[in-house]
């Protein structure tokens, strides 16, 4: 039982460590709040954002590597001069080896230092349950030496393994960030898993069950105005941006620019892990009224080129703003 119980937490593990432990969207900029919860309260109407990314398609027999949902709400309150939010993400990892669940609220402050330069503070709560598919692992004592884990019958050969008694965990998440900004640049940075709380299913080593490591974020960004924007047309500006994050060992640096004129915007990043290159991400999309809609595709580069089908991520972001006279005054176009 010892082995077995030390090769579901080794499986763990590496599933954890491949998708660098935090899924992070593509499209950063249609779910802000999951890099800064800083970034709460862009817009003063009701601002919502839905994002889907499936990751890694052909990865195992055409099994999706991860899929993750995600649905954001926010928005920003004058008279409280802060940013309120809530957020649902369900993430699928290994389909269905792990699947977390997780529900947020935001909040931020506004503090204006000098006449269009401000400071934003944000803090994040947040509740998470992670799912284990007990039924999907497989054991060292099911392998066989000519046909693997799978009989000639088309089924998996028997493990004496004992299923634990709970295959959920619930853990409570703080988050937080700063950011700075007038109607040029944004610069900023958030800490993630404030409290490193522990996710682990089987506490049987006190040397693995150190809780979730802490993501550092690190990003900034400039807006280069084409043209101003009105209530018939939407403004036309160039923004380009980079974005530093690291979790435990893993990490990567995203770097890139997006286009925006009139209805269709679109943009080029490439993103690099620490050790390897990762992918080029391309996005295309369209908005129209309060309407936005964004696709991407991530053209995976380096060792695993070819092999994972690349990345898709689809993003729908209604922001309530749009159509009335509202004069920001800051760089936050590419993120409404």
Same mark, same amino acid.
């Given at each position: 039982?010892?082995?077995?119980?030390?090769?579901?937490?080794?499986l763990?593990?590496?599933?954890?460590?491949?998708?660098?432990?935090?899924?992070?969207?593509?499209?950063?900029?249609?779910?802000?709040?999951?890099?800064?919860?800083?970034?709460?309260g862009?817009?003063?109407?009701? @601002?919502?954002?839905?994002?889907?990314?499936?990751q890694w398609p052909a990865?195992a027999?055409? /099994?999706?590597?991860?899929v /993750?949902?995600?649905?954001?709400?926010d928005?920003?309150?004058?008279?409280?001069?802060?940013g309120?939010g809530?957020?649902?993400? /369900?993430?699928d990892?290994?389909?269905?080896?792990?699947?977390t669940?997780?529900?947020?609220?935001?909040?931020s402050?506004r503090?204006?230092?000098?006449?269009?330069?401000?400071?934003?503070?944000g803090?994040?709560?947040?509740?998470?349950?992670?799912r284990?598919?007990?039924?999907?692992?497989?054991?060292?004592?099911?392998?066989?030496?000519?046909f693997?884990f799978?009989s000639?019958?088309? /089924?998996p050969?028997?493990?004496?393994e004992?299923?634990?008694?709970?295959?959920?965990?619930?853990?409570?998440?703080v988050?937080?960030?700063?950011?700075?900004?007038?109607?040029?640049?944004?610069a900023?940075?958030?800490?993630? @898993?404030?409290n490193?709380?522990?996710?682990?299913?089987?506490?049987? *080593?006190? *040397?693995i069950?150190?809780?979730?490591?802490?993501?550092?974020?690190l @990003?900034?960004g400039?807006?280069?105005?084409?043209?101003?924007?009105?209530?018939?047309?939407?403004?036309?500006?160039?923004?380009?941006?980079?974005?530093?994050v690291?979790?435990?060992?893993?990490?990567?640096?995203?770097?890139?620019?997006?286009? *925006?004129?009139?209805?269709i915007?679109?943009?080029?990043?490439y993103?690099h892990?620490?050790?390897?290159?990762?992918a080029?991400?391309?996005?295309?999309?369209?908005?129209k009224?309060?309407?936005?809609?964004?696709?991407?595709?991530?053209?995976t580069?380096?060792?695993?080129?070819?092999?994972?089908?690349?990345? @898709?991520?689809v993003?729908?972001?209604?922001?309530?703003?749009?159509?009335?006279?509202?004069?920001?005054?800051?760089?936050?176009?590419?993120?409404?």
């Amino acid at each position: 039982m010892k082995r077995g119980v030390l090769f579901i937490l080794f499986l763990v593990v590496s599933l954890l460590s491949v998708r660098a432990q935090d899924p992070i969207f593509s499209q950063f900029y249609a779910a802000p709040l999951q890099i800064n919860p800083a970034f709460t309260g862009n817009t003063y109407a009701p @601002h919502i954002s839905l994002n889907y990314r499936n990751q890694w398609p052909a990865w195992a027999n055409g /099994t999706s590597a991860y899929v /993750t949902y995600a649905a954001y709400y926010d928005q920003f309150s004058k008279s409280l001069n802060s940013g309120f939010g809530l957020s649902i993400l /369900t993430d699928d990892a290994g389909g269905g080896l792990i699947t977390t669940n997780k529900i947020s609220g935001y909040f931020s402050y506004r503090l204006q230092v000098v006449d269009e330069f401000y400071l934003k503070f944000g803090v994040e709560a947040s509740a998470v349950q992670a799912r284990y598919g007990w039924d999907k692992f497989q054991f060292l004592d099911q392998i066989d030496e000519r046909f693997g884990f799978i009989s000639p019958g088309g /089924t998996p050969f028997p493990t004496e393994e004992v299923q634990p008694d709970d295959l959920n965990t619930t853990y409570f998440d703080v988050s937080a960030g700063l950011l700075a900004y007038n109607e040029i640049f944004y610069a900023g940075f958030s800490l993630k @898993h404030l409290n490193t709380p522990n996710e682990t299913l089987l506490n049987i *080593n006190d *040397n693995i069950n150190t809780g979730l490591p802490m993501r550092v974020s690190l @990003h900034g960004g400039l807006e280069l105005k084409i043209r101003e924007g009105n209530n018939r047309r939407a403004a036309s500006f160039i923004s380009p941006n980079l974005m530093y994050v690291q979790q435990g060992d893993f990490g990567q640096v995203n770097a890139g620019a997006l286009a *925006n004129w009139d209805a269709i915007f679109g943009g080029l990043w490439y993103r690099h892990a620490f050790t390897n290159p990762d992918a080029i991400i391309t996005v295309i999309g369209v908005q129209k009224g309060v309407m936005k809609i964004g696709y991407s595709y991530d053209i995976t580069v380096g060792s695993l080129a070819g092999q994972t089908n690349g990345s @898709h991520e689809v993003s729908l972001i209604l922001n309530f703003d749009r159509g009335k006279r509202i004069d920001y005054n800051d760089c936050f176009q590419l993120l409404r």
